[in-house]
T-cell receptor
Framework: AQTVTQSQPEMSVQEAETVTLSCTYD???????LFWYKQPPSRQMILVIR??????QNATENRFSVNFQKAAKSFSLKISDSQLGDAAMYFC????????????FGKGTKLSVKP | DVKVTQSSRYLVKRTGEKVFLECVQD?????MFWYRQDPGLGLRLIYF???????EKGDIPEGYSVSREKKERFSLILESASTNQTSMYLC?????????????FGNGTRLTVT
């Protein structure tokens, strides 16, 4: 069975600094996607970034980028120039070809941003 | 933009009551999901549906049932609410055919069972 592990329950970053959130996963599938979702205090889960397993190039969305290490099954999220609005729960998620779109989520990392 | 609407943001029910949580999406998505979110446990899948009248059990279906009579609506039912079902419930939808189709979430329903 596939699993997703986020080893950092809480993280803190100074405004304007860079922070990296860790995620590892376990799978025997070769065709899959990985996602990072953000859940601010408003509770609305929002997609931050996605990565296809076949693409070696790391995905980037503005200040958000990933470090995808397929062999190590690692998928970390880097947030550059952190802003107060980045404070949220961040969830790493996995979906494989045979899962009918059913994402498997990590337990989340709570990110605090200090002014 | 896809809109997923959950009927209640906060709900307080008594033990033993039958509880309905409603979710509606407006983008003709085939997949719909119900998750439960608890601190330290992340999101756990209760049930999902990939078509009208179809349903599949997730990781924690006990004590819950679902109904999908129309494509846009997916209801979660607690037949007899218990205090251990006090939680945040999130509904989501996505396209069936696209593996990379992201989940679109509702705002969540915080249910308290007393």
């Amino acid at each position: 069975a596939q699993t997703v592990t986020q080893s950092q329950p809480e993280m803190s970053v100074q405004e304007a600094e860079t922070v990296t959130l860790s995620c590892t996963y376990d799978t025997s599938e070769s065709d899959y996607y990985l996602f990072w979702y953000k859940q601010p205090p408003s509770r609305q889960m929002i997609l931050v970034i996605r990565q296809e397993a076949y693409k070696q190039q790391n995905a980037t969305e503005n200040r958000f980028s990933v470090n995808f290490q397929k062999a190590a099954k690692s998928f970390s999220l880097k947030i550059s120039d952190s802003q107060l609005g980045d404070a949220a729960m961040y969830f790493c998620a996995y979906v494989g070809r045979g899962s009918q779109g059913n994402l498997i989520f990590g337990k989340g990392t709570k990110l605090s941003v200090k002014p | 933009d896809v809109k997923v609407t959950q009927s209640s943001r906060y709900l307080v029910k008594r033990t033993g009551e039958k509880v309905f949580l409603e979710c509606v999406q407006d983008m003709d998505h085939e997949n719909m999901f119900w998750y439960r979110q608890d601190p330290g446990l992340g999101l756990r899948l209760i049930y999902f549906s990939y078509d009208v009248k179809m349903k599949e059990k997730g990781d924690i279906p006990e004590g819950y049932s679902v109904s999908r009579e129309k494509k846009e609506r997916f209801s979660l039912i607690l037949e007899s609410a218990s205090t251990n079902q006090t939680s945040m419930y999130l509904c989501a939808s996505s396209l069936l055919e696209a593996l990379n189709s992201p989940l679109h979430f509702g705002n969540g329903t915080r249910l308290t069972v007393t």
